[in-house]
């Protein structure tokens, strides 16, 4: 039977994967061998991982590719991605090169607030804590002074502090509600420090002041932490064209393209099923290029699928239209990124992403992220719309199951030709393999 171990996180790399293999591997020497194979050669590269998080035993390698020809706002960029589907930058290029040449992307920042909260129960009168929270409030900002004088000096800080009463929710349950401003950082240090002392001194003074805790009544802070929902840190991006330009598929007129297109989106704001799977291909390239530029996806998805559901049901991120002629598709979400701090400076490839994007500040990252997204979209709509998804998929998707088959260089060329005639499945991949190995 398998114990439990203590100060795992003590021992060296070495005695971890020792332990590891020991225990859950049958001592594999093989097993051991993949987790080295992915080390890196160059210690201080290697170091460097190990310490981005803790208990590292190897690393964990995604492909990183670039999507060319975007067009945004007049500027042409290629966009790096960070991610292991298939099909993924391949129908981003092919976005960004349709609408290059229709006038490209337009994207521009709608807001760049941020939130943070205190949340906090308090058995009193309601009234005398709106009075000490007006009263304290100057405290407060003051109290965070050393924290924020930097973030002063780039434009940023804390923009104000509401008191909300929850008690319609949760008995005697309060929130003090902050807004920020973090410039270029995604902030979330900055807005938990920030936090945590509002925590601190709202509640030392509560303690101090006989109007709020006296004769029973108790002021208890239950904890503080931003929020990664951030619907006013908002960013749109655009296309549009005159209809009879979206010709790119000489099978289908112009017009009878963007009918269907709209259709497609219509369904996808009012059907959740869909909608769901809808937006999981708009992540698609937003969390490559999030991912890319060492930003935090998992904060990114939880943010803009709350705000997929902001109505009350889950919904289409993006929108399209057909005004005078002139087709209209765009995405309206939530982006809370940074391009300073974090990974952005320590990570090798990152940076590398930063440059290739041109050092963009953090709006726009927001832009460019927001543009990926778009073009993801546009693309699985267009496919979905026409072809089906499967016959495209199906022919990137080739290489995984000749990979996954040990096909030699050789035997792929010849498949790979096999395939442009023939329609791509995983039986008939391994079928034809079988085939020519047999010949
Ligand atoms: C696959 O990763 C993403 C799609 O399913 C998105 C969509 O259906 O719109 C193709």
Redesign the pocket.
């Known amino acids: 039977m398998i114990k439990p171990i203590s100060g795992f996180s003590r021992l060296s790399k070495k005695e971890k994967i020792d332990w590891l293999a020991k225990t859950y591997l049958k001592n594999q020497p093989e097993d051991v061998a993949v987790l080295r194979q992915y080390w890196n050669e160059d210690s201080h590269l290697q170091r460097l991982h190990d310490e981005f998080t803790e208990n590292t035993l190897s690393n964990f390698y995604l492909p990183f590719g670039l999507a060319p020809n975007f067009l945004i706002n007049g500027d042409l960029m290629a966009i790096p991605m960070a991610i292991e ?1 298939s ?2 930058i391949a129908a981003a290029s092919k976005a960004a090169k349709f609408w290059g040449t229709r006038g490209g992307f337009k994207a521009r920042v709608i807001d760049t607030k941020k939130i943070g909260q205190v949340h906090f129960k308090y058995n009193g009168n309601k009234e005398l804590l709106n009075r000490f929270f007006t009263s304290v409030k100057p405290k407060l900002l003051q109290a965070v002074k050393p924290i924020t004088s930097n973030m002063e000096k780039r434009g940023g800080g804390v923009l104000d502090i509401q008191l909300k009463d929850k008690t319609a929710a949760i008995e005697a349950y309060y929130q003090l509600h902050c807004e920020f401003e973090t410039r270029d950082s995604m902030g979330a240090n900055f807005i938990n420090s920030c936090l945590e002392k509002f925590a601190e001194v709202f509640e030392n003074e509560a303690n101090k002041d006989p109007h709020i805790t006296s004769e029973g009544k108790t002021l208890d802070i239950i904890m503080s932490i931003l929020s990664n929902y951030v619907p006013e840190c908002l960013v749109r991006a655009e296309v549009s064209c005159p209809v009879e330009e979206l010709n790119e598929n000489k099978d289908i007129e112009g017009k009878e393209f963007a009918k269907k297109f709209i259709e497609a989106v219509k369904i ?1 704001e009012v059907e959740p099923y869909r909608a769901v ?2 937006n ?3 992540m ?1 390239g937003i969390d490559a290029v999030v991912l890319a530029t060492g930003n935090d996806f998992r904060a990114v998805e939880a943010g803009v699928h709350a705000y997929a559901a902001r109505n009350g049901q889950y919904s289409s991120l993006t929108h399209a239209g057909l005004e005078d002629g002139i087709f209209k598709f765009w995405i309206e979400i939530p982006l809370a990124l940074g391009t300073v701090g974090g990974l952005t400076s320590l990570h090798p490839l990152v940076k590398l992403a930063m440059d290739i994007l041109q050092k963009p500040n953090a709006q726009e990252l927001m832009k460019i992220v927001a543009v990926a997204g778009l073009a ?2 546009f693309a ?2 267009n ?2 719309t026409t072809t089906g ?1 499967q016959q495209g ?1 199906m022919k990137m998707h080739l290489m995984n199951i000749l990979n996954q088959h040990q096909a030699t260089e050789e035997e792929k060329k010849v498949l790979i030709e096999y395939f442009t005639k023939n329609t791509v499945t995983h039986s008939s991949a391994v079928a034809q393999l079988k085939k020519i190995r047999s010949l």
């Open positions: 589907e099909s993924v996808a799977t809808h999981k291909g708009i698609n993801q979209n699985a709509l496919s979905l998804i998929h």
